[in-house]
């Protein structure tokens, strides 16, 4: 139980800090933003204790922490991680003093309550992905919406609130009717022999094989709906690209660095295992969508003329990847889609950066507005060019070990069985190249503007700030294409069971997903 | 006699704010020009009626030969109803100092009023059920037209009192009907007989009649239609105190007797309570998206809240009971926030009421527009407050007893909702804007709108303390 308090305190540690920043004067930027900063860095270091104490040989779910909450409906305050939960922990407090130490200067109004909002989205987004009981789950899910409405709506750009409250209608929409089957999923359990109300995802797990198909076909679209929206999958992707562009940067890393992620974590934690046969029925239409979501995506980049909204749209292309792997339900495709969830993280994560810090210099987002741009600022340069080659997947970086594995495991499934996807996915690698390089060329090539000036301003290379940010981002990108295992062995455990309960579901005598998770409830 | 007294004892929260309204009145006769000192009066009347309730929660019987109820169900929504007055009579104070309508028969009215509520919530007759609606009535009648040189607050007035002498013939002879069947007025009576009555016609339409007159006292569609110029009409704070006060003394009714007494599951009745709940959520919700006015938008919202309720009742199980009890608390905190924000920001003469007079405020009262934003999220149903928990609980009530559809139409009119709640929080932080408030608010009001921001936080997070005490009255 005593590892348990580590990740109880890794979610809250920044409600800590909010309140110390609630009591900080208004007009104490530097302070505020200090212990912001330090805040987020204190978070990292102590969910480095998660990933340092997991035990990838045993796997399954540990640092468990329980804790009766609501009695009489039988919730808890029930948290554990394992490998997928603990890589995506990681990624968020990793992502969030990056996000603010990247954005230092950018914000000029309320920093205060800024800095509440961000720090308050780091809890909301490390409680999803540490939550065992759907009750918790959904409340951070909904909760977390709160403060990046605000971070939208406040300190976005022109159209902020048009986005801001499409952003919130739309993942609301998908989560109210997920509620509504949390709540009947909790019901059937009750119904079971000897069974009671719950909520509780161990014990759900355990009576996921008695679910009838017809009602996991509703289960699995309830579910599906809200993280699919929130991915976002093809078609439902509207509102992202309106928000990613009206967002502050900070908003934008964080929007795509982690909460994306939330939609694809959803479909593995949850779909998969509670709803086996719907998610075996509904796989090639999944599939489907992934696919056309590559190329659309990666087709509609292409032609954007604003650099956010066109790494907006390469988002929901790479996202389709995820969702290709997932759907692809082998241990290859499963494991790219997870590490390909950290790569687009962290190169998305980047992009933002990076043309958040030409913004701030020059307020200007239009590629048209720039070229040349190497010859003055060549460290930048030199990073726009890394993290574009992750982002199309360049072998020895991290975007290829992603891309690759979920291609493989789309190709030789056998469940899926039809190659195809692969096929058509494979375009969509291409047609990253093609956006992103394109883009890299129209602004860092060519000639320098004949007035040197960008947007009415004179551009100055990177601070020494900006290079402590993206450095330790570059590090791991190089790190995962080289030597992903650090990271893949964290979540082997989890893949290879949940492919072995899809194929005994196919066979017709299914397993039931709780397995490996049971010797550990027992043994922590 | 000693039992008489024994009786008085145990019905206590009731006497006491009795005996508080006796000694308003002789106050009021002394000290004509003072009202401060009614207000005081009135608020330790109160204090010590709630504080009687809550630590009288666990005993329960019945009192008066079995017509009242006393302790327990009776104490909890007693406790509610003292709380919502309180808070009504700090709002007040300051409302009508600052529209200089200061007069001291309001937290009168104020009180009786409330003693009609709690006779409701204690009431083991239907005799007693009737007499609690008709004080709680009468009294809001005249609140609603209380600042009576104003055209609006007249015809607010007007209109309730017309439409609310009409439901109540509709109670009436639902009384009527069901002695005629039954043969008593007695609760506890009908309860014990009731599988052999609720095939008699008679008994069915007098429980459907029962049904029109409390699902209008409640503002359910399709009786929903005084409560938008009502709400509006009326002086803010008494608004605040109908739509948290008047809609739980109705919901406690409903409790009462179509939970507690009847017994209808599956039956047309609670179908037909299931259609108005269904319509009250989406014409509510829907309707509220048009207003420019916050406080009829509110309006509007209430009509859709009381469809969440309805939700509860017509599932007829005691999930529905503890989820609609729920319910009751946490919209009294979060609504009474609300309007206690809406009224500090109200100019005088019925002025600074529109979503555009809201624009900006984030930056003149950023206290004000936190608290604001919390009730509006709570509102919504966002968690992690309390008004996600009600629905989550009255959700859970209406699946159990079969009624995912209900469910379905209830999230996802809360949806719908959450777009005219979050457009106020739009104007508030999210547009520029001169609004400002008038007089800085007093300390007190502020003081319980914190208080009320902290339960709808502290509600959310451990509900337990509310669903543990209603589980037990069934």
């Known amino acids: 139980m005593a590892s348990g308090f580590i990740l109880t305190t890794t979610i809250f540690l920044p409600l800590v800090f909010t309140v110390v920043i609630f009591f900080l004067p208004k007009e104490n930027i530097k302070g505020i933003k200090l212990v912001a900063l330090s805040g987020s860095i204190v978070t990292f270091l102590v969910s480095l204790f998660l990933f340092f104490g997991y035990d990838a040989a045993i796997g399954g779910f540990q640092f468990l922490h329980k804790v009766t909450w609501i009695g009489s409906l039988n919730i808890s305050y029930f948290v554990g991680i394992d490998g997928m939960s603990l890589l995506l922990i990681l990624l968020t407090t990793f992502l969030t003093p990056l996000a603010l130490l990247g954005t230092w200067n950018s914000i000029e109004k309320q920093l205060k309550g800024y800095s509440i909002m961000v720090l308050l989205l780091e809890v909301g987004m490390i409680g999803v992905f540490a939550s065992l009981d759907l009750f918790l789950f959904y409340i951070f899910w909904e909760a977390m919406l709160i403060p990046m409405y605000f971070i939208i709506g406040v300190w976005g750009g022109p159209n902020r609130v048009y986005a801001a409250v499409k952003f919130f209608l739309f993942t609301l929409f998908g989560s109210v009717l997920m509620l509504v089957a949390i709540i009947w999923l909790g019901y059937f359990a009750s119904t079971v022999p000897g069974g009671q109300f719950t909520t509780n995802l161990f014990d759900l797990y355990r009576i996921a094989p008695l679910l009838p198909v017809n009602l996991q076909m509703w289960m699995f679209a309830a579910f599906g709906l809200s993280f699919a929206i929130k991915v976002p999958v093809w078609p439902l992707h509207t509102w992202l690209p309106d928000a990613h562009v009206e967002a502050p940067t900070a908003g934008s890393v964080i929007l795509a660095g982690v909460l994306l992620k939330m939609g694809t974590y959803g479909f593995i934690r949850f779909n998969l295992p509670l709803f086996a046969d719907a998610s075996l029925r509904a796989m090639p239409f999944m599939c489907l969508l992934a696919v056309i979501g590559i190329v659309y995506g990666a087709l509609v980049a292409m032609v954007q003329t604003d650099m956010k909204k066109l790494v907006a749209y390469s988002s929901v292309s790479h996202m389709g990847f995820v969702m290709l792997g997932i759907f692809s339900m082998t241990e290859e495709g499963l494991q790219g889609a997870i590490i390909q969830m950290i790569n687009h993280g962290l190169s998305t994560g980047a992009l933002f950066l990076l043309v958040g810090m030409i913004y701030d210099r020059t307020h200007t987002r239009s590629i048209a507005d720039y070229g040349g741009v190497a010859k003055l600022m060549p460290v930048y340069a030199t990073f726009l060019m890394i993290i574009s080659f992750s982002s199309i997947g360049l072998p020895g970086l991290n975007g290829f070990v992603g891309e690759f594995l979920v291609m493989l495991g789309s190709f030789k499934s056998t469940l899926l069985d039809n190659r195809w996807f692969a096929v058509v996915a494979g375009l969509g690698v291409i047609f990253s190249a093609v956006y992103m390089l394109w883009m890299y060329q129209r602004v860092m090539m060519g000639p320098v503007r004949s007035d040197g000036l960008y947007g009415g301003h004179h551009l100055t290379d990177l601070t020494k700030r900006e290079i402590a940010v993206l450095v330790p981002i570059v590090l791991f990108v190089v790190w995962i294409g080289v030597y992903p295992k650090t990271f893949l062995s964290k979540s082997a455990p989890l893949v290879k069971h949940t492919v072995e309960q899809m194929e005994s579901v196919k066979r017709g005598s299914p397993i039931r997903f709780a397995g490996s998770l049971q010797c550990n409830l027992e043994s922590k | ?474």
């Not at chain 2, 109160?46 to 009288?56: G, P, Q, S």
């Not at chain 2, 709002?91 to 600052?98: A, D, G, I, K, V």
């Not at chain 2, 001291?104 to 409330?114: D, Q, R, S």
């Not at chain 2, 007494?261 to 319509?279: K, R, Y």
Request: with cysteine; charged share 10%; net charge neutral.
């Open chain 2, 1 to 474: 006699m000693n039992s008489y007294l024994n009786d008085l004892v145990a019905n206590a929260p009731v006497m006491i704010v009795t005996m508080t309204v006796l000694v308003a009145m002789l106050v009021e006769a002394v000290r004509k020009t003072r009202p401060v000192a009614i207000y005081y009066v009135s608020m330790i009347g109160l204090a010590f009626a709630a504080v009687f309730a809550i630590t009288n929660l666990t005993v329960e019987g019945t009192s008066f030969g079995g017509m009242l109820l006393h302790g327990g169900y009776a104490n909890f929504f007693g406790a509610l109803f003292c709380f919502v007055s309180f808070f009504t009579i700090i709002l007040s104070r300051n409302y009508f100092e600052r529209q200089k309508y200061h007069r001291g028969e309001f937290y009168i009215l104020l009180l009786f009023a409330t003693i009609g509520m709690m006779l409701i919530a204690s009431a083991n007759d239907l005799i007693i059920v009737f007499l609690g609606i008709e004080l709680m009535s009468v009294c809001l009648y005249v609140l609603a037209g209380f600042m009576r040189t104003k055209e609006r607050a007249n015809e607010a007035a007007l209109k309730y009192f017309l439409l609310g002498a009409f439901a109540t013939g509709f109670l009436l002879y639902g009384i009527a009907l069901i002695y005629g069947a039954v043969g008593t007025t007695n609760l506890t009576m009908i309860r014990n007989v009731f599988a052999v009555v609720s095939t008699n016609i008679l008994f069915v339409i007098g429980a459907g009649f029962l049904l029109i007159g409390l699902a209008f006292k409640a503002a359910a569609v399709p009786f929903h239609m005084w409560a938008p110029d009502v709400y509006e009409g009326a002086p803010t704070p008494v608004t605040a105190f109908m739509s948290t006060g008047a809609k739980a003394a109705a919901f406690a009714a409903f409790i009462t007797l179509f939970i507690r007494t009847f017994d209808f599951i599956g039956g047309q009745v609670n179908e037909l309570l299931a259609v108005l709940a269904a319509a009250s959520m989406i014409l509510g919700n829907i309707v509220a998206i048009a207003q420019s006015n916050v406080k009829r938008m509110l309006a509007y919202s209430s009509i859709a809240h009381a469809g969440y309720m309805l939700v509860g009742i017509a599932t007829g199980t005691l999930d529905g009971q503890v989820g609609v009890m729920f319910y009751l608390a946490a919209y009294a905190v979060m609504n009474l926030g609300a309007f206690a924000i809406i009224s500090l920001v109200e100019h005088e003469g019925d002025q600074n009421l529109l979503l555009d007079d809201y624009a900006g405020l984030s930056y003149s009262q950023p206290l004000l527009a936190v608290l604001m934003a919390i009730f509006m999220f709570a509102l919504a149903g966002v968690p992690p407050f309390a008004g996600f928990f009600g629905k989550y609980y009255i959700f859970l009530a209406a699946i159990k007893a079969k009624m995912v559809w209900l469910a379905i139409i209830g999230v996802l009119t809360s949806l719908v909702s959450a777009y005219y709640y979050l457009r106020l929080v739009v104007f508030m932080f999210f547009r520029e804007g001169r609004a400002n408030i008038e007089t800085p608010p007093s300390r007190i009001v502020l003081t319980m709108v914190v208080v009320s921001a902290l339960l709808v936080l502290l509600l959310g997070l451990f509900p337990s303390i509310i669903i543990q005490t209603a589980q037990r009255y069934f």
